[in-house]
């Protein structure tokens, strides 16, 4: 397989591709879900869509111990530099730059940024990846539902994750108007059932896809990977 998703709970993935392993969103300490402690964790690079505990997490310990690099936008990465991370490489929403697993794009998403320390975290992310094998993932970050997501369908897209939680992002409602747009050839849900204000029927968003739609969602339990 070229390439794989691990979902590792709630809102962490590890991306793995031939030349590099990928951590999205390390957050272990405190949640729930984490499928592997923060010292177990493995990345090349880490890649932190917004500022919320729960997206850069562990991200500092993480990043010191393994050597990664960071890609976060230009606020989170100037926050970690002072946090003594060593390598980190900011971007901003609309920028593209070509890493040794592919090309990641930052895009909008409609949320909030705060760091955990009340620092000022910029905006917050979408990534649009398109892998050295051709691949392309659009991983939607915490959003509510936008039409302007349907540009980052153009050229198809083989997965979509998306959460489906609701209270902090879209829930399952918006999470299918989503996928009518974006017509991915799989679509692996996030951020829900953490705790109970994000409670959400994950088989059902998935039956009502692929009966509504002709969507195919794959739930993934944290720890389990889809690989294509
Ligand atoms: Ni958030
Ligand atoms: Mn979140």
Redesign the pocket.
Known sequence: MPQQLTFLGH?VWELKTPEARVLIDPFFTGNPQAAISAGEAQADFIVV????G??IGDCVEVAKRTGATVISNFEICEWLTRQGVAKTHAMNQGGAFTFPFGRLKLTVAH???GLPDGSYGGN?SGLLLTLTSGARIYHT??TALFSDMTLYAEGGLDVVILPIGDN??MGTDDALKALEWLRPRRALPTHYNTWPVIAADAERFAQTASETLGVEVTVLKPGQTYAW
Do not use: A, L, V, W
């Open positions: 809102s869509t917004h500022g919320h729960d997206h949320h909030s940024s917050p970050g915490d902090y992002t």
